[in-house]
């Protein structure tokens, strides 16, 4: 039987439930466990694919296309899960198959209300974790305790803790402990308020997570054992950690987290193995060196937007025992003619992104990368860009471009397959989730995988336009990865460079903090050697 974990969060969002969560599934699994995670966000959008990175940061993709929140980034880094279709589901998406159904008429005539019915198809979410290959499954609630839009959801938890049964289900509740600088003093009450709150809906959490910028004294435990109605040893701190992320399970394990709650839960403790994960934090710790990378998107301003793209270059930097520091610049501010806000760095990576905003400035940085010898990695757009660069500097297209952005360009070097250009509905053209990919033999990319084929995922829908595949080739252009049956392009290279590559799928979804992608592993290698040579 499946055991029920849920994590909720009090007094401020953006406390880190879903790194508390991630981490708390990391330390289960090493212990033997069979885990599996998902996120219920209070927002009335489906998905939050059709949402602006600057609205909720960047949109995570999983193996099987969905697009979901980017905590469930985390899941898969922290804990090294494959999370899915049932692994994030929105206010949205509840309300639309309930709505659906009653069309249907699949509620017999019924008054269809928020209780039962919005909170028996939470349940069914919440259930659709279970299997009989997951020992323990866990739900993070999004928002924060007294947020109107949350209710239904923790409602919905209620109710299941109530019908799973003693030791079949827990809530862990992350709150803030903040520190008062003119008083000089760890402030109790706020916290003390959010657990009245989910007291008052009929929720009495079992463990009681507090982050803080300070220590916490034994009084501070106490104190919020006793109002909080908590024994004081499920009272955990989680103080802010100095370096890295990576460090929360270890400071977690100190505490007996894990033990703990598998206590609750009324399961053997078995043994915590994460030595490898020692050892990763210590070598991200002492890093041997460092490098710069210049990261030019349209989405700067708000770091989420691409928090994929950063951890897996701070990933590649542990692979190499280096420090990556990441240079971030706004696409548009390129788009001046100077370069000075490029100069120092050792390679240019361009991400994904979708419209014409900021592409003139991507491929300007692309055109520096290129005449400066620097190692460049292009990702999604950044690969569009890369040939729409080469197209019009190498191959001489004048005025190639895109028809996302251009319709009535001389070249279009870039543009919607046959087969999509007369969909009315846009959104069913996405190329989303993983497909296969071959490799061109002795390849910089089959040199960086070491293997013929691989599987990545997508979000994009305008591809390589084939009709200037041989054109492009004869001028350098490399195409080194293909789908299976050779249609769509999806890596292409400068073959006479350490690293100049772009691919059409997102790589970062798949990077892991112990086991670096292998294109990031390598362009951070080929950035090590072009500071080596200047």
Known sequence: MTKHIFVTGGVVSSLGKGITAASLAMLLKHRGYRVAIQKLDPYINVDPGTMSPYQHGEVYVTDDGAETDLDLGHYERFAELSCGKSSNYTTGRIYSNVIARERRGGYLGGTVQVIPHITDEIKTAVRSLAADDVDIAITEVGGTAGDIESLPFLEACRQFKQEAGRGNAIFIHLTLVPYIKAAGELKTKPSQQSVGILRNIGITPDILVCRSEMPM?????????????????????????????????????????????????????????????RKMVERILHPAGEVTVAVVGKYISLKDAYKSIYEALNHAGTANNVKVNVRMIEAEELESGSDELLKGVNAVLVPGGFGDRGVPGKIRAITYARTHGLPFFGICLGMQCMVIEFARNVANLAGANSTEFDPDTPFPVIDLMEEQRNVADKGGTMRLGAYPCALVPKSRAARAYNKPNVSERHRHRYEFNNFYREQLEQCGLKISGTSPDGKLVEIVELPDRDFFAACQFHPEFKSRPMEAHPLFRDFVAAAIKQKVKK
């Open 217 to 277: 004294q034994k009084e501070h435990l106490d104190k919020l054992a006793l109002f909080c109605n908590v024994a004081t040893d499920m009272v955990i701190e989680e103080q802010d950690v100095k370096h890295t992320i990576f460090e929360v399970p270890l400071e977690l394990a100190k505490q007996q987290f894990d033990t703990k709650v598998l206590e609750m839960l009324q399961l053997p403790p078995r043994t915590l193995d994460i030595e490898q994960w």
